[in-house]
């Protein structure tokens, strides 16, 4: 679907034209002449509810092809307030701030609620060791480290203040904030009908936590409570926070509130009374660990128990043009000194921010839409294949666990069955995927891809602008929304200068245009695949289908069974004309490995509410839509379509017959389907460009593997994962490239799917968690096949 827009809408402020040029620029400028592009008079819909979980949902919609435009958060002018006149323009930030609407937040007696829960009461009696009667002050004592925590509150003066604050700090940081004004009026319908509303992102940044509160707050939205994923030394700040709504968790580490008896019932409690108030919530979920997940589980524990009626989970996408770096801990040393380098710095790139429409949590849930095949352990689905080479594989979908940990001793969150787990999963990565759907592509995510994966060693600025076109017309093409506009030329300039720390940029007399090559280093490369994930995410079906046909022609090769090739002239030594390659790829096969590959693709990747089956066989079809294979037609007496030549085509059955099928292609015809390479002469550079995206996580399991040989274990689980990421940081340095599968999420990510594929054993004992290498592979002629698993979809 498309929203037809005008010109106006479509230019989006991506680059700052009081911006100084640089020479390269210039130079770029000058030597170019390419015709301003324009990205097209209609843009693709995004953000809608999915249509088989909740098509109730869905029905909700503003209208067809509505299209409301972008409002620019930081431009705030007269026009935005009451007043007109030379004073107001000088003040109307400030006047704008005290325009908005800031809803009540009540806060009484909320500690007195939580303490009356019976999970929270029984967990402090089993904390004191003492009948429920006893005295209450000594249990109280326990929620100590809570109490700030249940005692968060939005002030409203205290609130205006801070976004007026924030409002002036992003325009020295940012050139704009656009949001996407689209489902605006779903939100206010929703907020007016008293729904209580979820917001859940995908976590880059601590600017998140920020982000989304101003955002509601400047279109005078409910300002909801926000979970701060990081730890805070300052109790300053963290008071401040607490103050506007922030809820800031007791400083207790993943295994500690795991373990520790009050965390889990507090905190579902404390969701139940939020919830109960009517209070809006946001929570950001980071797809590696799994933080912020628990909190999701909480909120349908809450819908299913029957405390709350239902709540709209809203899935927001954010997108930089320039991720901004954030410290694990936030102090009131690091909050000044980022306060002091605003002084001196000149705000640079957009953030485009997408609220998708809000869904039913209890229609999604209740009625049984959202179910795919039966979630299995990832040992179950590819140790067959792995370790016996058996040709078929299971079906089903990987289980991840650690996307929603296990609480211990909690009465509320109890362990629960594996419908219940596997469907509190299916919704994380449900609002992961939507999350990632509807966040818009850069234009620095677009070059980034484009110099890391097909242009490593480097490319002059036309032939990049000619790609950064093709690529923008392919992510529009599969209804993936853009977040600039203007021509093309200005476009890549924009995106170069935001990415030049980064590069090396070659600009001589002697060259007709410039040379632009990524810098080989950790930093940069790392820099770049970060910004590249959006479009590996688009082009997730295109990139399994390419690592499989990658696979099988190597095996081809690798078999010495070489491939016929025919031309229509040869002459001598050289070969010209149209090549074709008789080297036929068998349905079945490309769908089987498909399968195992998309059996190790990270979290928020796959559609969640698509069997994994179904997936493997799309990404077939993208393949042919794109070009790369074509069928291969079985010589026949008649075409398969020519139905009238069939026999017996017109003969009747019952209705009844379930396994009767009106199709006009019957299974022996389907079993029989074969493809072929298209144009191999050209198909090489597309069908590598799209290897080189899963490379880097699959390149990390592969060194991780590797890695077991020379670590000794078992060892805590911090120090395990720091020895596994210096030694993919010295494998990287030593061939001096692939530092993409380096970062530290590629070596989290790689390790927890080792673990759950048995390699890498987990035991729990009273110093932490430890691990280890499982028993299973502790032959190395074990780890070997895994190794040669891997690394037959890993493009070299």
Known sequence: ???????????????????????????????????????????????????????????????????????????????????????????CCALFVSGCKVYASPVSNRLERVCQSNSVKEALSAEQKAPEGSDSRGQLSHLSPFLPLINTSISPGLLRFL???????????????????????????????????VYVYSHQSVMDCALIPLVLFCHSLRVPYTVFPLHITSSFIRSILQTVGVLVPPALTKEDAETDRLHAPVMTSLVRE???EGQALSVGVAPESGRGGQWLASIRQV?????????????????????????????????????????????????????????????????????????????????????????????????????????????????????????STAVILHLLFSAASCSAVMSTSLVSSLLLYRHHKGVSASALCRDV????????????????????????????????????????????????????????????????????????????????VSAMLCEVVCSGVSSRLKSDSVDGEQVSGDMK?????????????????????????????????SFALDTIDSLVRCGILIIKEIPRD????????????????????????????????MELRSYKISHPSQCPEMLFFLCRMLAGPLRALCWTTTALDLIHTPLPEAEFMAQIQSYLCDTANTKKQHYESCSQEAAHTAVRSLIDLGVISEQRQRGGVFLGVGSLFQLSENRQKLHRFISQYLYN
């Open 1 to 91: 679907m498309v929203q037809e827009t005008s010109d106006k809408d479509m230019i989006l402020p991506a680059i700052q034209q009081n911006r100084p040029a640089l020479s390269w620029e210039m130079k770029i400028k000058k030597k170019l002449k390419i015709v301003p592009a324009c990205l097209g008079k209609f843009r693709p819909t995004v953000g809608q509810c999915c249509h088989q979980c909740t098509p109730n949902s869905l029905r909700k919609k503003i209208g067809p092809n509505s299209f409301l435009g972008f409002h620019n958060l930081l431009s705030v002018k007269e026009t935005h307030t009451r007043y007109r006149g030379w004073l107001v323009r000088r003040v």
């Open 163 to 197: 976004s007026w604050m924030l409002l002036k700090m992003f325009s020295s940081v940012f050139g704009s904030i656009q949001v996407n004004l689209n489902h605006l009026p779903a939100l206010h319908r929703a907020s007016q009908e008293g729904t209580v509303l």
């Open 274 to 276: 939020l919830l109960q």
């Open 303 to 423: 819908i299913k128990e029957g405390s709350v009626p239902d709540v709209s989970l809203v899935p927001v996408g954010i997108s930089y043009d320039c991720v901004p770096k954030s410290n694990t801990q936030v102090g009131l040393s690091s909050v000044l000194h980022w306060l002091c380098s605003l002084l001196w710095r000149r705000p640079e790139g957009i953030v485009r921010i997408d609220l998708a429409q809000p869904f039913s949590l209890k229609e999604m849930c209740e009625s049984g839409r959202c179910r795919v095949d039966e979630w299995l352990p990832l040992q179950d689905l590819l140790l067959p294949v792995i370790l016996n080479n058996r040709p078929d594989s299971v079906f089903g979908r990987r289980r991840m666990p650690w996307l929603l940990p296990s609480p211990h001793d909690a009465s509320e969150l109890k362990e629960p069955t594996d419908p219940e787990r596997d469907l």
């Open 469 to 548: 076109a093709w690529l923008t017309e392919e992510l529009l093409f599969r209804n993936k929304d853009v977040g600039f506009g203007g021509s093309l030329k200005e476009v890549v300039r924009s995106s170069l200068s935001l990415l030049a720390p980064h590069l090396t940029i070659a600009a001589v007399p002697s060259r007709k245009d410039p040379f632009i090559v990524p810098r080989p280093s950790l930093a940069a490369t790392l820099h770049l695949s970060l910004h590249a994930q959006i479009v590996t995410h688009s082009f997730i079906l295109e990139a399994v289908g390419a690592c499989v």
């Open 581 to 613: 390659c008789d080297v036929l790829l068998c349905e079945s096969e490309l769908t089987e490995r498909a399968l195992q590959l998309s059996h190790l693709l990270p979290p928020g990747f796959l559609p969640p509410c698509q069997s994994s089956q």
């Open 638 to 669: 008649f075409p398969i379509c020519d139905f009238l030549k069939r026999d017996n085509a017109l003969s009747w059955t019952t209705s009844d017959d379930m396994y009767h099928s009106d199709s006009d292609c019957d299974v022996e015809e």
